[in-house]
């Protein structure tokens, strides 16, 4: 089991998990472009319930080229986005990867919605491209 354990920006947000990944991702849809202010987000799916946070988060809720809900948890004093639930995705709780404390063991396998992605993105051919999400 892998130790997950970071926070925002400003340290008021904290959270930890001992928990392995279900999976570590690349997301280049819009609406990710857009709250990461740059080419994509990346994240590391935990199973829902097994993080544990301290410090106040607040949601922004949104909703996804496929239609389901996003609720996108971030600190509402620095503004880290930190988590993402996924209405249609119940079983993770989604956590980005550049709130981790140590990022050297992150890996992305998979990067969704590559028909959105920025042209100049080119990530290696281990990391499994779709051009939407898979069903």
Request: glycine share 10%; with cysteine; net charge neutral.
């Amino acid at each position: 089991m892998r130790e997950i354990v970071g926070g925002c920006l400003c340290g008021k947000v904290r959270y930890s998990a001992t928990a392995d990944p279900a999976i570590i991702a690349v997301c280049h849809c819009k609406n990710c472009q857009r709250q990461s202010g740059s080419a994509f987000g990346t994240v590391v799916g935990v199973p829902r319930g097994t993080l544990n946070v301290t410090g106040t988060l607040r949601t922004y809720e949104d909703i996804s080229e496929t239609g389901n809900a996003m609720h996108r948890r971030f600190c509402p004093e620095c503004g880290s986005r930190v988590t993402t639930d996924a209405d249609g995705i119940p079983n993770l709780t989604f956590v980005m990867a550049g709130t981790l404390d140590d990022t050297s063991w992150v890996d992305p396998t998979v990067q969704f919605w590559c028909a959105s992605a920025q042209p100049w993105v080119s990530l290696p051919e281990k990391v499994q491209p779709f051009q939407k999400m898979p069903g």
